[in-house]
């Protein structure tokens, strides 16, 4: 019996030891490759700052070709020769001047001459460049594609007043801005990665299945054994994402793998097999010799002592303990020697005494309980705890943190009257996480007791219901109740601060009768998706109905950027839905206003705002304005007055209205 008792403590043993090297090589693995993402995550910051300076430079590299463009007294700067020797001098890849239809008329390179930005989507974030009232000087693409050859390219482009050129773009290879983020990209930093030489990290393109980078002090190949390659290769390697053990260049190796934040890379890391099992057989067999020793030990005092103390007593413990779970709740427990059992047999007897009452309070708490309630009870004489099988998921307590809480009366005492103290007065909830659950409580002399309820579901129900109650179903944007509900809150937390914009759509109707309203239906939802990706999701964006949206901005923005969000927004809506405009005229009146202490609540701030909406719709539609309150005479007399004061400078700004006779300083004598 010694001999089988000590082999299955040896595997048992061994086992343990095979699992926890398993799991502790694992956690190399996943340091090794942590360390990685760690280092590339702290060079980010570098990264951003490289990628700004390269910016600067080349967009100061076209600056300085405008410059020795504008030098030229006679046309010779037309010649490709020239533009050539340019794009030399200044170390960029090619030179483009285009006129004002975005159309190539002279470059450095022949094949594209002619080509037409405006024609190709590739090139939309250089459209502005040629669009007429734009208040973008240039632009910077560093991840653009050429329009003739669709390879990667670094494209820089301004406006110029070169005679007969509109923009002046120069191109530039990527691999030059790639060389100089070379040392904090990813690659970069595995090359650099000393390593032992049973320790391997590699990183592997996603997409091709191109092995980019591997340490230095290790073979330069990571091979399967049956030769895979190609995306199955990457499939192989997304499969190690838990690790395991395979053969590779030929040997075994532990293995791990996990995927780059942005999808584009697997990172791998691995260990030689043969050294992790020669370190693990010593460790065995030292473990195998100690375990020997403890169990001849054990044995021997085991004999002598077990018998002669033991054994009588524990017997007669057993017999008595079996009559009170035979509910034989006058059992007396006692022990012949006095030894520790008869500590045992004391707590026994407070064990009886505690177990009777609980069998009372348990079978009456149970009788209420179902999947959706828990129950618990706290013996605090015998030190024990019990538990309904569902009281842990309903806390929704991880093993670590049940374990912490559950290991005596007290602890699980303190972790729910902490509960109770987070209940929310109003419903009587408490939060855990994302569930939701209530309480019974009950406590005496000796006990602690009672019943979660999860109320979960209910919970869930309810705040389903109401988000839909607040959803336009047409657009998804919240309906003119939220919106009423979520900017009067927001005032009430801030009354002064806040910026409220109406949107009406002008000729809409036009759309609706003519081509029915299911087209109507599609201008609204595109609309609306305009206006979602203009503001924030802290912003409310709503629907009020019909063609009219709303729009509130909880935080403090100057005039200047509103209005320039205004003028984009506006373009970007004539943009995409430019056929409605061409056909019907359609276009978008906007009235804003800035919350003060004159218009704190939802209901003054709506009527400043839409007065500011009626003097656009009332003074040549498709455009903004900024409700000013020192300006007091009627929105309807502004086509006919005279007077140049700062609604009419807007309303003329914007091309509403024509130029006053009367100008600033002649209206401020008048006392306006």
């Given amino acids: 019996m010694f001999y089988a008792l000590t082999i299955v403590v040896f595997l048992i043993v061994t086992g343990i030891m095979l699992a926890l090297q398993g799991r502790a090589v694992m956690t190399d693995l996943d340091q090794m490759m942590a360390d990685i993402r760690t280092v590339y995550d702290a060079n980010k910051d570098t990264m951003e700052e490289l990628k700004t300076q390269f910016s600067d430079d080349y967009y100061n590299r076209a600056l300085a070709i405008e410059y020795m463009l504008e030098l030229y007294s006679d046309e010779s700067w037309k010649d490709q020769a020239v533009l050539q ?79 007969g050129v509109s923009v002046l773009q120069i191109g530039v290879e990527s691999r030059v801005l790639g ?113 020997l020793i403890v169990m001849l030990i054990m044995f021997g005092l085991i004999r002598r002592y077990l018998r002669r103390y033991v054994l009588d007593d524990l017997q007669g413990i057993e017999r008595q303990v079996v009559r009170l779970l035979e509910g034989d709740y006058d059992v007396e427990f006692t022990t012949r020697y006095n030894t520790e059992l008869r500590i045992i047999a004391l707590l026994m007897n407070d064990w009886r005494d505690s177990y009777r009452s609980k069998a009372e309070r348990m079978t009456r708490i149970m009788r209420a309980i179902d999947q959706h309630v828990g129950a618990f009870e706290c013996l605090l004489s015998i030190h024990s705890n019990f538990f309904s099988d569902n009281l842990k998921q309903i806390l929704g307590l991880s093993d670590g943190m049940w374990t ?67 959803t336009d179903s047409l657009t998804g944007l919240t309906n003119r109740a939220g919106v009423e509900r979520q900017i009067a809150a927001m005032l009430a937390n801030n009354p002064t601060k806040g910026i409220l914009l109406l949107f009406d759509m002008d000729r809409f109707k036009s759309i609706n009768d003519s081509e029915g309203h299911p087209e109507g239906d599609k201008v609204l939802r595109k609309f609306a998706a305009i206006l979602r990706s ?36 506006l373009e970007t809506v004539l943009m995409e839905l430019r056929r409605y405009h061409e056909t019907y005229g359609f276009a978008t009146s906007v009235g804003i206003a800035y919350a003060d202490e004159e218009h704190s609540t939802y209901e003054s701030l709506y009527a400043s705002a839409d007065s500011a909406l009626y003097i656009v719709k009332n003074n040549g539609k498709n455009g903004f304005y900024i409700a000013d309150n020192k300006i007091t005479c009627p929105v309807e007399k502004c086509k006919d007055c005279p007077l140049c004061c700062k609604r009419n400078e807007v309303l003329v700004e914007q091309g509403l209205l024509p130029p006053s006779v009367v100008k600033q300083d002649e209206v401020d004598e008048l006392g306006f």
Wanted: net charge negative.
């Fill in 85 to 163: 020797q340019l794009s030399q001098l200044m170390e960029v890849e090619s030179i483009h001047l285009m006129d004002e239809n975005g159309v190539v008329q002279y470059s450095s390179s022949p094949a594209s001459v002619g080509l037409n930005l405006m024609e190709h989507e590739s090139a939309n974030k250089f459209w502005p460049l040629f669009q007429k009232g734009s208040q973008v000087d240039h632009v910077i693409e560093l991840e653009g594609k050429s329009i003739s050859s669709g390879q990667s390219r670094i494209y820089v482009g301004i406006r110029t007043d070169i005679e």
């Fill in 534 to 569: 203009y503001f924030r999701k802290d912003d409310v964006v709503g629907r009020l109905g019909g063609d009219e949206f709303i729009v509130f901005v909880s935080e403090s923005v100057s005039c200047e950027v509103i209005s320039n969000k205004m003028h984009w927004l």
């Fill in 179 to 291: 060389n100089l983020l070379q040392n904090n990209t990813m690659e970069g930093i595995i090359e650099k990665t000393p390593t032992l030489w049973t320790r391997t990290i590699f990183l592997v393109n996603r997409s091709t299945g191109e092995l980019t980078a591997i340490t230095p002090n290790n073979d330069q190949v990571v091979e399967f054994a049956d030769g895979v390659s190609g995306l199955a290769y990457v499939h192989r390697l997304e499969g190690l994402q838990e690790g395991g053990l395979r053969t590779i260049n030929g040997m075994a190796y532990y293995v791990k793998t996990t995927i780059t934040r942005d999808g584009s890379y697997v990172i791998g890391a691995m260990a030689q097999a043969s050294s992790i099992h020669e370190d693990f057989l010593w460790q065995v067999l030292a473990v195998l010799v100690g375990i």
């Fill in 404 to 470: 912490a809480v559950s290991k005596s009366p007290q602890a699980f005492r303190h972790y729910i009257r902490a509960l109770e103290e987070s209940r929310d007065p109003k419903t009587g909830m408490i939060q855990i996480g994302d569930r939701y659950v209530e309480m019974a409580l009950f406590e005496s002399e000796d006990a602690f007791y009672g019943m979660v309820m999860d109320r979960t579901t209910e919970i869930r129900r309810q705040q389903v219901m109401e988000l839909e109650a607040e």
